[in-house]
Structures are given as C-alpha cells and as structure tokens.
C-alpha cells in the first residue's frame, strides 16, 4: 500500500477515535457550561427587569410628587387646616366620625354633600391630572392633616383616613415619605391598582397627603412581555410570601410559585437554582426589587384588606423571577453535540483526502518556502512556514521561521526605541533651545520676593543663585516652582508653563485687591493657597516630603529644607499632564473664573514627562534642598569665622599700636644718647631683648588664640553644633599657620626666608589636621628663591587655604593623596604652582564665577591680588592646579632686611 493511503487511512482512524472522545467531553462539559451560563444570562435579565419595574414606580413617584406641588392643593389644604385645628381634639374628632358616617351612608353622587368634594377647585386640579393621563388613574383624593378627605375624582368608600396604614406611613409622624400601597384588587376600580401616596408639603410643613390610585397592571405586564420577546421563558412579578402579582396570561394574585422556591426568597438578594416540579426540570432567577423592600426614602406593602380592596399586601416587598424549562437547553446541548461531530467526520474526511493529495506534491512545501520569502521582502514580517517535517525542508523551515523571527523581534524594538525617543524628543528641543525660560518670566503683580521680611534663605544664598538652583530641575518639567522661608516669605517663585501662567494670574486676580499682601493673606489666592498652604507648610510643619494635587489639577512635590535638625524653609514643584477631562476642566474654568478655551490651549501645549523624568526631578529637589540648606549653614559658620578674624585683627592692632609706642620711644632714646658709645650698646641689647621679648609675645597671643579656637571647637562639638566646628577649624589652621610663618622669621631674625623652606612647614602644619587612617604625600621641589616677612604672611594664609581644600576634597573619597609644588623664578617674578591630584576645581570657579559662599577662594584671590600684587590662575590638570605669580623683593626691601 503506498504511503500517501496508509498516511490517509492512519488519519482517519486517529481522526475518529478523537472524534468521539472530543465529543463525549463537550457534551458533558457543554452542558454543564450552558447550565451556568443560562443562570448567568437569566440573572442579567431578572436584574434588568427589576430596575425597569423600579424606575416605573419612580417615574410614578416623581408624577404623584409633581401633582402636589400644585398651589391650588397647597391653599386649599391650608383653609381646611385652619378649620379643623380650630376645633378642640374631642369635638374635632367626633366632627371627622360624622362627617364620616355621613359620607359612608350617602350612595348618590350627586347628593351636595359628596359633590362639595367632587367638585371644587382642588378636585377639578386632581381631575384635569387625571384626564392628561388616560387609563393610569383610577382615582386621586387629597387629604387635610387630619386625614379627612377634602378633593377627589370620584365616590370613595370613606371619607376619614388618619387611621388607615397607608396614611399613617404616608404622614410618617410629620416627616413625610413617599409610600406605595399594594392594594391588590381594588373594587372601586375593579382592577389591580397601587396606590402612590406623597406628603404634600409647605415649606417644611407637612398640610396633607394625596394619594393617586394607578392602574399598574398595563405596563407592568408591558415590562413582563417585553423580557418574553427577548428570551425563552417566563417571567413573573412575585410578592415575598409567593403570590404572584403579574405573569403573562394570568389574572394578578390568581397563582403562588411552588412552596420550596417561595421558603428560599431572600429580601435582598438575587439567587438562581435548578427546581423539579412534577418530574420538570426548570432554572429559575429570582431578583428583588429594591425600592419595595422599604427604606427611609420609600415605603411600600400594607397590613390588611380593607372594605375597597382584596388581597392586599401585608408588608411583602416585590421579586422579579423568570423560570425556564430546562429540556430546551438539553435540546439545544444534543443538537450543539451532533453538529461537533458532522463536522469532526467531515473534518476527518477532509483531512484524509488532503492526505492523499501531500503525497502527490511533495514539493509543494518549496513553494510555500518562496511564497513565504516573497511576503517577507513585501514587508509582512509575520509570515511563518507551518512544515513540521524532520527532512531537509523541515530544517529549511525551522531557519526560515528563526529569521524571520529575529527580524520580527529587530524591527519591533526598533519601533519600541523610535516610541521611546519620540516620548523625550521635547527634552532634546528644550535642552538645545533655551534654558529655565520661567527663570525670566515677571508675573504682573510683581516679585513676591520683596515681600520676604525673614531673608534667611533669600540673603544667605542669594535671588540668582536660588534660580540658577531652581533651574537644574525646572527644565525637566517646564511647570512651576516655590521656595519658601520657614515663615511662609517667598524666597522665590518660579511659573515656567503656560498653564501654571494662566492659573497663577487667574487666581491673583480672584483676591481683588492690588496690594500683594493683602492678595496673600485673603485665601482666595488659589495657587498660593496649594502651594504654600497645602504642601510647603506642612513639609516645614511635618519635617517629610508633601505631595498633593493642587487647585488646578497637577500634583505638587514639596520637601523641607534643613540646616542641621532645623527646618528653615521648603522647596517645591509642580508637576504631572494638566487635566484632559471636559468635566475637570469644567470645574477648574469656573473655580478660577476664566474661559474653559483657555485651558484647553494650554492644556494641549503641555509636553508629556515620562516618569523617570519625574523620578529624576525629585532627586533634584532633594539635592536642591540640601544644596541650600549647605549654602546657608556655610554662611552662619563664615559669621562667626569672620567675627573671630575681626577680633583677631583688634587685637593684632592694638599690639601693634603698643610695638609703635615702644619704638617711638626707643628713637627718642637713641636721638638723646647717640653721641654716647656706651648707651648706645646698651640701647641694641635692650632693642634685642625688646625684640625676642615682642616675637615671645607674639608666639604666646597666636597660641593663646588657637587654644581659645579650640576650646570653642570642642565646646560648639560637645553642644551638637557641628556646623561651627568645621568652621572653627579652618580658623585654627589659618592661625597655626600664622605661627609657624611667625617662628620661622623670629628664628631668622626677620630675614628673608626660603620660599621652599616656608611651603615644607606650612603645609606640614595644616596636614596636622588629616586623619590618622588618611595620609598626604608632599613634593616641594628644591629652590633658592627668597621671600620678605610680609610676603611670607601672605603666602602663609594662601598655602593654609590651598593645603585645607586638598584634605577636604581629595579624600573625601579616598585614603591617599599626592601634592606637589614647583617654585622657580623668571626675570623679576616668583612662579608658584600647587597642584593636587583630587577632582578638580568645579566649572563655575574655573571661569570666575565664585559663589559667594566660597569664601576660601575669595580669600586666596584678595591676598594674591591686592596684597601680593601678582596673579592667580587656576586650572583642571589631572587634578586642581593653582599658579601664583608675584614680583619678587625689591633691591631696596633685600637691603632694609640686610
């Protein structure tokens, strides 16, 4: 037997042993599957026809409400109030039993009695009502607070009704609610009627209480008929106890549903079961109807037959239920099973005969290989090869669907990058373009800032410096920014967006008032209100970060900024896509009071951030905060160092003034002694006593004054105040250093010192401050240059600053640093050059632009300049490299210190 029939024969037998299990399982699982989804379709429509039977009663609830809203039933009821309230208790109720019994025993109509009733203008209202609603109302009377009927649209049985349990839920003890009363069969209509009872109110006062009798019966078996066209089935109307109220082709209250379903009914839950009744399977849903279960808002039920009505509800709320004879589904299951199985027979035979034909084209899948390779170079990446063969075309195709797939996936990624870069495509634009344009941005009520009466942060750091801070996350979200002194000043505010623009100014204009204060202080302010109110000040209050979403629909981010544990200001943005919401937007326009277009514009104008953007900005912010907090710590600690210098100068100053008069002194000695050999030797060694006695002096002063630097270091470390105590010790290496310059010229008696010499022991002592597991290597290069005592001091305190700034930068990292300094003279000028081999002097620095906290820098640029009369260059070479040059000494000031 050739292949291609064994191939085709080995497939239908596979085929219909498959068939038949296949088909075994789906109709099992089928069925059970239809079952639930049957119950699951059924609820949906018991549901539904619940809620349109709801709403019906609604609708005649809000009609009924609307009838007595009418004036003319206001007034009348009024008038008849008055009469009765007149009367004391016991003759006004014996009044209402005859009026009663009169009305109870007059069968005419027409009688003057029962026609003061039918026919006055609140009657003829009811009945004008009645008329414009044909075949709804079978009768609508009013009543007077007393219960005693004063208008109505026909002949009732009774005229009183304050005891009837319709008008005492209806009355509610004077609160009113809305009551339906499930009457049944009302014989003065004949037919199935409920009863819509409303308190009639004026003002808060409730006068009376109308009462409309429907004809409900029309629409809702309408609902009923409604749900038959939509599905197989019966649905009914069924009270709590089992009395069923509407079922197609049934009289109302003629049948009960079996007795096991009515025990299961729960009040307020929907349930679905499969019941046997005289050997019929059926699924039944039943769903309550929520508004006749009884609430604040609505009663609804009864609690007796009365004389006028037959079968009434006693307190039983309404159900929907729907039943369906199972054997349909059944039916459909069998027929669902029978069509699975032609067409897994037909399936199989196709099959086979496919089979049959492979055979005979066994090239067939080169031809799909091509056709497959043509849709590729097309374009339609997703074309795969279905050959399951472990020949060689079967490799083939393996190869082919790996390509494909690596292509596939290639262009895919691509197009994932084109998105991504597309999403950030703004921020290359705006980096490119221009830089903080909010920065320049001048609202037109003008700079809050110069409201700001703290001035901590605004002082301390600077306007410009707080913007150029500001900046370096304000351009990743072009949104807006505020910061704040701990007492709610602005140090500054930034608008950047257009809708934050828009709002600000909006709600400036909300405050009515020019004067900013004022506008600050009103609370109508809206923007200020989120922004300082909202965020920041609970960020100062709280200590931790604050976000909300403002006024006008982004998010603001707001954190605290600390100097040590204090918190002295906040810092915050604002952030997020402005809302796209018509309604949001709705609400906004009218909160700010402009026009919603507006906000649509700049709405639409607002680039998309990703959120890693955002991520990134609120790193900055917090950077931001700490970079403040630094900058004015910095300032307070460069306070105290300069009241410690001033004090030092003082008294430098006043030694001086003491050196001056004891040299005056010791000229008019020598002026009267100089012709005497002998005073004159004893005036040099009384000079060089004075002399050793001065520079004694001196060395005690400057170490007194480190040792009272020391003591306000340890104290400020010992108080917690760390801030001050780095501070302090950067004093204490600049005066140490003072005293090392100081020995070395009382040593050389004032000569001119080795500039090679002073660097060895001024950077030694300012390294005395490195940390025991930290070490710095020092290469000063040899040197025969000389300096004078004045250059000396002056490049003491450069050395000092230069050798501190190496400790703190270079190892703040690392363990190990390396300096070097080179001296060497040319022509009249010294070249000095201290390179380190730290990080490097920062941008900012190297192009001249020294914040004002660096006061080290300020410093060493001063003494070069104004004191050393030279130039200082600093460059980034492997490290920060400073270059000195100054003149050197004077032939005049080498004799004068020979």
């Not at 634009?429 to 609202?443: A, H, I, N, R």
């Not at 607002?606 to 900005?617: F, G, N, S, V, W």
Request: net charge negative; proline share 3%; charged share 25%.
């Amino acid at each position: 037997m050739k292949i291609q029939y064994k191939t085709a024969l080995l497939i239908f037998a596979v085929g219909i042993v498959s068939l038949s299990v296949i088909s075994t399982v789906y109709y099992v699982y089928n069925y059970r599957d239809s079952i639930q989804k049957e119950l699951q379709v059924l609820e949906s429509l018991s549901q539904e026809t619940a809620q349109h039977i709801q709403t019906h009663l609604e609708e005649k609830a809000t009609t009924a409400i609307t009838i007595s809203s009418a004036p003319i039933l206001r007034d009348t009821l009024r008038n008849s109030n008055v009469e009765f309230a007149g009367l004391p208790s016991n003759l006004r109720q014996k009044k209402i039993k005859g009026l009663n019994k009169k009305w109870m025993a007059t069968k005419d109509a027409t009688d003057p009695f029962i026609q003061t009733h039918m026919i006055n203008p609140a009657a003829d209202y009811l009945r004008q009502q009645q008329e414009l609603f044909p075949d709804l109302y079978g009768e609508i009377f009013l009543t007077n607070r007393f219960g005693v009927m004063i208008a109505t649209t026909g002949k009732l049985t009774t005229l009183a009704h304050a005891h009837k349990y319709w008008w005492i839920a209806g009355y509610d003890d004077g609160q009113g609610r809305i009551f339906f009363d499930d009457r049944g069969f009302d014989t003065s209509v004949e037919g199935y009627v409920l009863g819509v009872v409303v308190p009639v109110r004026d003002e808060n006062e409730i006068v009376g209480i109308l009462k409309c009798n429907v004809n409900i019966q029309g629409p809702l078996s309408h609902i009923v008929e409604t749900f038959i066209l939509k599905k197989h089935g019966i649905a009914k109307i069924i009270r709590s106890g089992g009395m069923v109220v509407v079922e197609p082709g049934k009289e109302p209250l003629s049948t009960k549903i079996p007795e096991d379903i009515a025990k299961s009914v729960h009040r307020e839950k929907t349930q679905s079961k499969i019941t046997i009744e005289n050997s019929k399977k059926e699924l039944f849903v039943i769903t309550p109807i929520i508004m006749t279960m009884g609430s604040e808002k609505y009663g609804f039920g009864g609690s007796y037959e009365s004389i006028d009505h037959i079968k009434g509800n006693t307190g039983e709320g309404w159900h929907v239920g729907i039943f369906r004879d199972q054997r349909k589904l059944d039916i459909i299951t069998a027929r669902a099973t029978r069509m699975l199985i032609m067409t897994g027979i037909l399936f199989t035979l196709i099959i086979s005969a496919f089979a049959l034909i492979l055979g005979k084209k066994i090239a067939k899948p080169v031809e799909i290989l091509v056709d497959a390779t043509k849709r590729i170079g097309e374009g339609h990446f997703e074309s795969r090869l279905a050959i399951s063969s472990k020949d060689e075309i079967g490799m083939l195709a393996e190869s082919f669907n790996s390509m494909a797939d690596s292509l596939q996936k290639e262009i895919n990624e691509r197009i994932r990058a084109s998105k991504q870069l597309k999403s950030i495509e703004w921020l290359l634009e705006s980096t490119l373009s221009q830089y903080s344009p909010g920065l320049k941005f001048s609202p037109p009520y003008g700079n809050l800032v110069e409201l700001n009466t703290n001035r901590l942060i605004l002082d301390s750091v600077g306007e410009e410096v707080l913007k150029d801070i500001v900046g370096d996350f304000l351009d990743l979200l072009d949104t807006s920014s505020a910061i704040y002194e701990k007492n709610g000043d602005y140090a500054l505010g930034i608008f950047s967006s257009g809708w934050c623009k828009l709002l600000d100014n909006a709600s400036r204009n909300l405050c009515q008032t020019n004067d900013n204060q004022e506008a600050l202080n009103s609370g109508a302010w809206l923007c200020h209100e989120s922004c300082w109110t909202d965020a920041s000040r609970v960020a100062i209050e709280t200590g931790q970060p604050v976000d909300i979403e403002c006024n006008g629909g982004i998010h603001l981010y707001a954190v605290p900024i600390f100097t040590g544990q204090e918190v002295i200001g906040a810092i915050n943005f604002g952030y997020g896509n402005p809302p796209s919401d018509r309604q949001k937007l709705e609400e906004i326009a009218d909160k700010y009071k402009i026009k919603i277009e507006d906000l649509l514009k700049e709405a639409a104008a607002y680039e998309t951030r990703p959120k890693y953007i955002l991520d990134i900005a609120r790193k900055r912010l917090f950077v931001a905060a700490r970079l403040i907090g630094a900058i004015v710590d910095r300032k307070k600690a460069e306070k105290l160092v300069q009241e410690a210098y001033n004090d030092m100068e003082q008294q430098v100053k006043d030694r001086t003034k003491q050196l001056e008069d004891a040299n005056s002194e010791l000229v008019s000695e020598v002026t009267e002694r100089k012709r005497i050999e002998e005073k004159l030797r004893e005036y040099a060694e009384k000079q060089i006593t004075l002399l050793g006695e001065v520079n004694h002096r001196v060395k005690n002063n400057l170490t007194a004054i480190i040792s009272m630097l020391h003591q306000e270091e340890d104290r400020a470390e010992y108080e917690g105040k760390k801030e001050y105590s780095g501070r302090l010790a950067e004093v204490v290496g600049r005066v140490s250093g003072l005293l090392t310059v100081h020995s070395l010229l009382s040593s050389a008696m004032w000569e001119p010192l080795s500039l090679a010499h002073l660097c060895q022991n001024i950077i030694k002592e300012s390294l005395k401050g490195v940390h025991a597991d930290k070490s710095i290597r020092v290469n000063i290069s040899p040197s025969d240059v000389l300096v004078d005592s004045d250059q000396a001091h002056y490049l003491t305190i450069v050395l000092n600053e230069l050798t501190t700034n190496s400790m703190k930068y270079v190892l703040q990292d690392r363990d190990t640093a390396n300096i070097q300094v080179s001296i060497h003279h040319q022509d009249d000028s010294i070249h000095l050059i201290y390179h380190d081999d730290g990080p490097g002097y920062p941008e900012s620095i190297l192009h001249g632009e020294v914040p004002s906290i660096c006061f080290g820098f300020k410093l060493i640029t001063g003494i070069v300049r104004k004191s050393l009369q030279g130039n200082i260059e600093l460059l980034n070479d492997n490290g920060a490299k400073t270059q000195i040059i100054f003149p050197r000494m004077t032939e005049k000031s080498e004799n004068e210190m020979g």
